[in-house]
Nanobody
Framework: QVQLVESGGGLVQPGGSLRLSCAASGRAFSSVARAWFRQAPGKEREFVAAINWSGGSTLYADSVKGRFTISRDNAKNTVYLQMNSLKPEDTAVYYC???????????????WGQGTQVTVSS
């Protein structure tokens, strides 16, 4: 059974940092692209960041560029999202996903985690 499990969410003050992790099990995800999406209450799921299979190519939403960094460790089948300079508007449930080829469109992703809540508030 394929599983993606996110961790690392929580409550943080504006300007703070969090590091999300997404561990994959059930199959090898080292040859597929991985991505992070987020969904705030009442809003559609939106693209945050993506990384290709080797880690050599990354893509970011304009809203997080320069603040968030996506990375991966294929030996551990895990992808990370380092989030710095967090803002209240970053508050959302963050989901990791996997597919063949990098894409910003959530409809193309076959595998999803259950999500982890990130709340940025003073």
């Amino acid at each position: 059974q394929v599983q993606l499990v996110e961790s690392g969410g929580g409550l943080v003050q504006p300007g703070g940092s969090l590091r999300l992790s997404c561990a994959a099990s059930g199959r090898a995800f080292s040859s597929v692209a991985r991505a992070w999406f987020r969904q705030a209450p009442g809003k559609e799921r939106e693209f945050v960041a993506a990384i290709n299979w080797s880690g050599g190519s990354t893509l970011y939403a304009d809203s997080v560029k320069g603040r968030f960094t996506i990375s991966r460790d294929n030996a551990k089948n895990t992808v990370y999202l380092q989030m710095n300079s967090l803002k209240p508007e970053d508050t959302a449930v963050y989901y990791c996903a996997a597919r063949n080829g990098v894409s910003t469109d959530p409809r193309g992703y076959a595998y999803w985690g259950q999500g982890t809540q990130v709340t940025v508030s003073s």
